[in-house]
């Protein structure tokens, strides 16, 4: 179950992601559509609760497990990713605040 919870946070991340064609070589690009919604840091705003995986030193962040709006999937899609990597440090963060880190078992 935790694995389907993780996929579906990610699948939900990537049909969110404006994807375009390679051009035809012509010189002029013609995937950009002017009436299109420009899809840049804003659209990361509305979608402020992560769930990230560190390395073992705890230094870097090594992949964002999830990414939504919503504080309850949030904490469901960190949850998950604590009992699929019980030994790695996990934080749920709400933009630029950790709201709960998994520290996994003491050695």
Do not use: C
């Given at each position: ?26 010189g ?17 705003e ?62």
């Amino acid at each position: 179950m935790a694995s389907y919870q993780t996929a579906l946070a990610y699948n939900l991340e990537i049909a969110n992601t404006p994807f375009s064609f390679a051009s035809d070589g012509n010189g002029q690009d013609d995937s950009k559509d002017p009436t299109a919604p420009d899809h840049s840091a804003a659209e990361r705003e509305d979608l402020p609760y992560k769930v990230e995986l560190w390395d073992a030193a705890k230094k870097t962040v090594v992949q964002v497990l999830a990414v939504t709006a919503n504080g309850s999937i949030g904490y469901a899609a960190y949850f998950a990713a604590t009992r699929e990597h019980p030994d790695r440090y996990i934080t749920l963060r709400h933009k630029n605040s950790i709201v709960s880190r998994w520290n996994g078992p003491a050695h």
